[in-house]
């Protein structure tokens, strides 16, 4: 989980997985990976299961019944011609805007990190390993974006389908699988549509977006970013916006994370091309 936490950066999730793609590429390792999208997360989450995990992860029940009272037992109206309606118990979900509602939401997929986990100890369940003494890779979330990445065997689908249907059942949460696809790198294309045919989810191809950027790019691409090509660059035309970059502090600019050599695309930049344009 990459979400929400002090010290880890949502590229984490990106580059864990573009590194893991692209091993098994090098290496024709048999692997999909799943991409699980969400049905309404958020409003979903069942109370007592929330309850339930921060009881178990060691929180003191003090602080489990002020979570209680921050988040549960709320209740809702709506508007019909301009006059607010009844209000109506709600019995699950989380609510949007609320600034617990982001530590809550990790704290229930938490769940889901916990089956893959006891799958993995159990050997029931076989993610990739990319060498050396590390663990496999078998899960990747940020927030309600989740991959799911294993060996493509039938028992690794048996395993996830219910591994996914028990987290459906003690969460409340519900997984969109007509909108999830299934990705298969190294094995035909007939384990592919078998795959996705016993999931009920759609079959994906490389390259595919995660969080918004490419997964299984073969080969490195540069991005061409411009004063027009991103949103308010185009204030640095200006001679007033170039001395501003001018008087940036030379560690930012030659220390900043603005170079992924081995990452799924590759950015350069220098404090030249920040003030003559294009970096």
Same mark, same amino acid.
């Given at each position: 989980q990459s979400a929400f936490i002090p010290g880890r950066h949502m590229l984490e999730s990106v580059l864990v997985a573009s590194e893991a793609i692209d091993y098994a590429q090098k290496y024709k390792k048999s692997i999909f990976v799943m991409k699980i999208d969400y049905e309404k997360a958020y409003d979903s989450v069942e109370w007592d299961y929330l309850l339930f995990m921060l009881r178990g992860c060691g929180f003191h029940e003090r602080w489990v019944r002020w979570m209680e009272a921050c988040v549960c037992g709320r209740s809702l109206s709506t508007l019909v011609n301009g006059s607010p309606t009844t209000e109506v118990s709600m019995g699950r979900g989380l609510k949007q805007g609320d600034p617990l509602a982001p530590s809550m939401f990790?704290?229930?997929a938490e769940g889901l990190r916990l089956l893959m986990s006891r799958a993995l100890e159990m050997n029931l369940f076989k993610g990739l390993h990319l060498g050396g003494e590390g663990p496999p890779i078998s899960l990747l979330q940020f927030a309600d974006d989740t991959l799911i990445?294993?060996?493509?065997?039938?028992?690794? &689908?048996? #395993?996830?389908?219910?591994?996914?249907?028990?987290?459906e059942l003690i969460s409340g949460m519900k997984i969109n699988f007509h909108k999830s696809?299934?990705?298969?790198?190294?094995?035909?294309?007939?384990f592919t549509n078998l795959a996705a045919?016993? &999931?009920? #989810?759609?079959v994906g191809q490389l390259p595919f977006k995660h969080l918004g950027l490419p997964l299984g790019v073969t080969a490195q691409f540069s991005l061409g970013l411009g004063p027009n090509s991103l949103p308010g660059m185009g204030r640095f035309k200006s001679e007033t916006g170039r001395s501003r970059i001018k008087n940036l502090p030379k560690n930012v600019i030659e220390n900043g994370p603005f170079r992924l050599e081995n990452g799924p695309f590759r950015l350069e930049n220098s404090r030249s091309g920040l003030e003559n344009g294009p970096f």
């Open positions: 990790l704290i229930a990445i294993g060996e493509a065997t039938m028992q690794n &689908l048996w #395993c996830l389908k219910a591994i996914l249907r028990c987290f696809c299934v990705v298969g790198i190294h094995y035909g294309a007939d045919t016993f &999931l009920h #989810c759609k």
